[in-house]
């Protein structure tokens, strides 16, 4: 019987040079090999051509290279690309490339699916199949990075984690990424250009706290208001506002890092000057920014675009409250690409 191929990308550089010494060879293959993977994006072994041609056959036999593949490439008129990402047992994720004049932005997937159910966003009709692991969601970065040089000639400068999934229920995952895209071996970026977005889970945003982690928190806040984020976000309940504020004021009180709210205005459910007074007091406790986001349609009709009006009214009462404001307008409509499309439709 054949035994199961491992992963060669679940080890570590030590690991790996470990592996070559058992093998009666030098440990430095191990740096060799680790390079080829990380910083030089090997799908195969085969392209690893300062190993001899046995070592590369030695590989072959021990290990796989669980690569993702960019099954479906597409662009949007206004320059987005959105990326159907093959995983090696056949699920799909998607990853978005979205460009502006000064910046290349990656929104990547942190799950296969999502286990949340927010009434408004399409991928919560999938239903959550894994995590995605640590080199998955490298690689999607990777690709976008590449795909920015290639048609921009520049390379990616933003990441968020905005795309399939809830980062912070795959926290040791998105971390492990965030640390290889972070390091030297890996793209070297900066985390102050990294954000996580979530839906806020209490817990998991105490433990971003004491980790002390230096990327950026956004969180999905849509009302400020139980009753009503629980109509739309259903988990609300388990997960209130008043445990989030908490766990949001630590979080604040161990890293003194702003905190943004992603927040869209919808037609006759959060779209009042009660909504709007609610969410100042919501943010008061700590610097804040609020992303009014633009609804980007699923279908049902359900939920609608507030009006322009609505819109003014938040961004006024925001303003005088000093709490930071911007309105953000939505890439990639016209191929399934902005927040919430993401369903596996291409
Ligand atoms: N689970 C994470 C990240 C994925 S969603 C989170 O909830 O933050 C990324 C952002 O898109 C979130 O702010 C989410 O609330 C928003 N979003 C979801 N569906 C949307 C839609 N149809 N239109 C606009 N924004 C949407």
Not at 99 to 125: H, M
Not at 155 to 179: Q, T
Not at 247 to 274: F, G, P
Request: positive net charge.
């Amino acid at each position: 019987m054949e035994t199961k191929k491992k992963d060669i990308r679940a080890l570590t550089r030590e690991q790996l040079r470990d592996f070559f010494v058992q093998n009666e060879d030098k440990a430095f293959r191990g740096n060799q090999v680790y390079e080829w993977l990380w910083q030089k994006s090997a799908h195969s072994f085969e392209v690893m051509t300062n190993l001899s041609k046995e070592t590369r056959e030695m590989l072959e036999a021990n290990f796989v290279i669980n690569h993702i593949k960019v099954d479906v490439m597409q662009r949007s008129t206004d320059g987005t690309i959105k990326n159907a990402v093959r995983l090696h047992d056949d699920l799909v994720v998607e990853s978005v490339l979205i460009p502006t004049n000064t910046r290349t932005t990656a929104c990547v997937s942190s799950q296969v699916g999502c286990s949340l159910d927010c009434k408004f966003c399409a991928t919560s009709r999938l239903k959550r199949m894994r995590n995605l692991n640590p080199d998955e969601i490298y690689d999607q970065v990777v690709a976008i990075d590449n795909e920015s040089r290639l048609y921009f000639d520049r390379p990616l400068s933003n990441i968020v984690f905005m795309g399939m999934g809830e980062p912070l229920m795959n926290y040791n995952n998105v971390l492990k990424a965030i640390d290889k895209i972070t390091s030297k071996e890996g793209l070297g970026m900066s985390p102050k250009r990294i954000t996580v977005s979530t839906s806020g889970v209490p817990k998991m945003i105490r433990k971003m706290a004491d980790d002390q982690v230096k990327f950026n928190l956004a969180v999905s806040l849509h009302s400020a208001i139980d009753t009503i984020r629980t109509s739309i976000m259903p988990f609300n309940a388990t997960f209130t506002l008043v445990d989030l504020r908490e766990a949001l004021a630590y979080w604040y009180s161990k890293t003194k890092s702003r905190i943004t709210y992603e927040y869209v205005v919808w037609k006759d459910i959060n779209d009042t000057q009660k909504d709007v007074d609610a969410l100042v007091d919501f943010c008061r406790f700590a610097p804040s920014k609020v992303n009014l986001i633009e609804y980007n349609p699923i279908d049902d009709g359900e939920f609608q675009q507030a009006s322009n009006k609505a819109i003014d009214m938040y961004v006024n009462t925001l303003e005088r409250s000093r709490i930071v404001v911007t309105v953000r307008r939505s890439r990639g409509k016209d191929i399934d690409a902005a927040c919430g499309q993401l369903a596996n439709k291409a």
